[in-house]
């Protein structure tokens, strides 16, 4: 069975500041995505990462896949209030080689971020 | 335009009541999914349908049984609602996870929550 971990689950960080959230997952897998959830709303499509080695960057964000190390990392970048949220990685179990699923996520548990002035 | 659009948003029942949660996406995917986001904020799926063909069933009660009309629906009917289905229950939609090259990327509804007295 798949499983998928993120750390920290909470993270309160002040303006300015840099850190990163990981995601780490139990079985072979290059389809990775990145989501994004305010209080009380939907998931918003943050990044798609579909093979070893992608990065993609987003304003003050940027997320990356290692697939032989199993892990992701979603990167801020100088903090803004606007960027509290909580975060989700979601893993996607491959069918074969030729990078087909059935569209199963996996998510991890959420990393509640909290941007303090 | 409401891209994947879910109905009602919010449904507070009684124990033992039958209700049903409706979704519809005009994306033109032809893939839908139900997930279910517990209290703690963890998300997991419950069943996925393509072109109206069940291709996803967790390990779910049989109390809940969806039902896709058409490509572009997904239904979620649960019967003799129990305390533990109070929940937050997101529809998504995505082109088809198993033909290859295609994206695959999820599109989220708002969300229904339910709240079983």
């Known amino acids: 069975e798949l499983k998928v971990e993120q750390n920290p689950l909470f993270l309160s960080m002040q303006e300015g500041k840099n850190y990163t959230i990981y995601c780490n997952y139990s079985?072979?897998?290059?389809?990775l995505y990145w989501y994004r959830q305010d209080p009380g709303k939907s998931l918003e499509s943050l990044f798609v990462?579909?093979?070893?080695?992608a990065v993609k960057q987003e304003g003050r964000l940027m997320a990356s896949l290692d697939t032989k190390a199993r892990l992701s990392t979603l990167h801020i970048t100088a903090a803004v209030h606007d960027l509290s949220a909580t975060y989700f990685c979601?893993?996607?179990?491959?069918?074969?080689?030729?990078?087909?699923?059935?569209?199963?996520?996996?998510f991890g548990q959420g990393t509640i971020l909290t941007v303090h002035p | 335009d409401t891209a994947v659009s879910q109905t009602p948003k919010y449904l507070v029942t009684q124990m033992g009541n039958d209700k049903s949660i409706k979704c519809e996406q005009n994306l033109g995917h032809d893939t839908m999914y139900w997930y279910k986001q517990d209290s703690k904020k963890f998300l997991k799926i419950m069943f996925s349908y393509n072109n109206k063909e069940l291709i996803i069933n967790e390990t779910v009660p049989n109390r809940f049984s969806p039902k896709s009309p058409d490509k572009a629906h997904l239904n979620l009917h649960i019967n003799s609602l129990e305390l533990g289905d109070s929940a937050v229950y997101f529809c998504a939609s995505s082109q088809p996870p198993f033909l290859a090259g295609l994206h695959h990327e999820q599109f989220f509804g708002p969300g229904t929550r339910l709240t079983v007295l």
């Open positions: 079985t072979t897998s290059d389809r």
């Open positions: 990462l579909l093979s070893n080695g």
């Open positions: 979601a893993v996607d179990m491959p069918l074969n080689a030729g990078g087909t699923s059935y569209g199963k996520l996996t």
